[in-house]
Nanobody, 114 residues
Framework: QVQLVESGGGLVEAGGSLRLSCVAS????????MGWYRQVAGNQRELVAL???????KYGDNVKGRFTISRDNAKNTVTLQMNSLKPEDTAVYYC????????WGQGTQVTVSS
């Protein structure tokens, strides 16, 4: 089993920045790719960013050029730096890890005011 704990969400004005962090614990050796997804109530969960074990990245079209994902394998941490935030970025952000199974964090709320 892998446990994921997110931190760093909150309220920010449009144009501002936030940094989300996710720390993995448990069977961390089994983890390959990690990433962030987000979900607005009533909508499907959507990809924000993914990073492979060798740090190759993939971003959702809505965040390209504004968000940056990184990971520190020694600390079992994945970070999402979010810049130039827009009201439409408001959502619950979930950390995700892929190993033999798929694991999710509990989510952290990000609210961007206009």
């Amino acid at each position: 089993q892998v446990q994921l704990v997110e931190s760093g969400g909150g309220l920010v004005e449009a144009g501002g920045s936030l940094r989300l962090s996710c720390v993995a614990s448990g069977s961390v050796r089994s983890i390959g790719a990690m990433g962030w997804y987000r979900q607005v109530a009533g909508n499907q969960r959507e990809l924000v960013a993914l990073i492979s074990s060798d740090s190759q990245t993939k971003y959702g079209d809505n965040v390209k050029g504004r968000f940056t994902i990184s990971r520190d394998n020694a600390k079992n941490t994945v970070t999402l730096q979010m810049n130039s935030l827009k009201p439409e970025d408001t959502a619950v952000y979930y950390c995700n890890a892929l190993g033999r199974y798929e694991f999710w964090g509990q989510g952290t709320q990000v609210t961007v005011s206009s």
